[in-house]
T-cell receptor
Framework: GESVGLHLPTLSVQEGDNSIINCAYS??????FIWYKQESGKGPQFIID?????DKRQGQRVTVLLNKTVKHLSLQIAATQPGDSAVYFCAYRDDKIIFGKGTRLHILP | EAQVTQNPRYLITVTGKKLTVTCSQNMNHEYMSWYRQDPGLGLRQIYYSMNVEVTDKGDVPEGYKVSRKEKRNFPLILESPSPNQTSLYFCASSYSDNTEAFFGQGTRLTVV
């Protein structure tokens, strides 16, 4: 069946280091992928997206990588800051959005 | 300011008492949806709407109803709430089913 999974439910990173959050998906027909950030007490917030005709897309301090061969998506956050502490969800859109279960990113001082 | 507004933010109700959670967006989006978020289960879609008067079931529609009479509003209705509908609910909207979604702040519902 369709699923969007995360490799790790929790990730701890030293402040200033780079963070890499991974996601595996099973539906090879999907052509649109999204990363969301959810801070405590708030709704998910769009970070960056990528379509299947690309394998890399960069934003401000964030990069999304898409490997369609192994059906793997990752989010890289450069120079992680305390404000990056949140739960990060990957998602893909088929006829609707399907979300992964999320990775909680902890920032260590 | 572009936003999705849900009301109420918090609600405690009793089993069987009908309730409505409202959702409104000011971005002229065609696509709207409702999710529930539960620990360990992530976000699951309840219902979605691709346009006015067009609604479809998501992954967990049982016990819920929606309506889309106007583009900006997409209320979620629980005709007879039960304790297993205690959850955190999010409304979301987007231009289409292939663009980023904007989420509301959430409604925390407790059914006793």
């Amino acid at each position: 069946g369709e699923s969007v999974g995360l490799h790790l439910p929790t990730l701890s990173v030293q402040e200033g280091d780079n963070s890499i959050i991974n996601c595996a998906y099973s539906n090879s027909a999907s052509d649109y992928f999204i990363w969301y950030k959810q801070e405590s007490g708030k709704g998910p917030q769009f970070i960056i997206d990528i379509r299947s005709n690309m394998d890399k897309r960069q934003g401000q301090r964030v990069t999304v990588l898409l490997n369609k061969t192994v059906k793997h998506l990752s989010l890289q956050i450069a120079a992680t800051q305390p404000g990056d502490s949140a739960v990060y969800f990957c998602a893909y859109r088929d006829d609707k959005i399907i979300f992964g279960k999320g990775t909680r990113l902890h920032i260590l001082p | 300011e572009a936003q999705v507004t849900q009301n109420p933010r918090y609600l405690i109700t009793v089993t069987g008492k009908k309730l409505t959670v409202t959702c409104s967006q000011n971005m002229n989006h065609e696509y709207m949806s409702w999710y529930r978020q539960d620990p360990g289960l992530g976000l699951r879609q309840i219902y979605y709407s691709m346009n006015v008067e067009v609604t479809d079931k998501g992954d967990v529609p049982e016990g819920y109803k929606v309506s889309r009479k106007e583009k900006r509003n997409f209320p979620l209705i629980l005709e007879s709430p039960s304790p297993n509908q205690t959850s955190l609910y999010f409304c979301a909207s987007s231009y289409s089913d292939n663009t980023e979604a904007f989420f509301g702040q959430g409604t925390r519902l407790t059914v006793v």
